[in-house]
Nanobody, 123 residues
Framework: QVQLDESGGGLVQAGDSLRLSCAASGLTLSSYVMGWFRQAPGKEREFVAAISWSGIRIYYADSVKGRFTISRDDAKNTVYLQMNSLKPEDTAVYYC????????????????WGQGTQVTVSS
């Protein structure tokens, strides 16, 4: 049974940093593309970042480029999202997801999803 558990969310002020973690069980992380998505109230779920199984190919949404960094630690079966210079518009529930192929890594076509962690950025 595959499980993705996000953690690290919270309430911060604009300009602060947070690091989200996604611990995977039931799958070998090194064989999966891992992605981070977010969903704000009243909005559709949107792509944030993705990293290939090799870690060589990395994608970011334009809105987070230069502020967010995705990384993975296959030994810990965990993927991270370091978020710096947070803005109020980053407020959302953040989800991690896993898929086997790099194709369409920036879309929601992932096989497995976590339950999400809330990030709230106050102005």
């Amino acid at each position: 049974q595959v499980q993705l558990d996000e953690s690290g969310g919270g309430l911060v002020q604009a300009g602060d940093s947070l690091r989200l973690s996604c611990a995977a069980s039931g799958l070998t992380l090194s064989s999966y593309v891992m992605g981070w998505f977010r969903q704000a109230p009243g909005k559709e779920r949107e792509f944030v970042a993705a990293i290939s199984w090799s870690g060589i190919r990395i994608y970011y949404a334009d809105s987070v480029k230069g502020r967010f960094t995705i990384s993975r630690d296959d030994a810990k079966n965990t993927v991270y999202l370091q978020m710096n210079s947070l803005k109020p518009e980053d407020t959302a529930v953040y989800y991690c997801a896993a898929k086997r192929t790099i194709v369409a890594a920036t879309t929601t076509s992932y096989d497995y999803w976590g339950q999400g962690t809330q990030v709230t950025v106050s102005s």
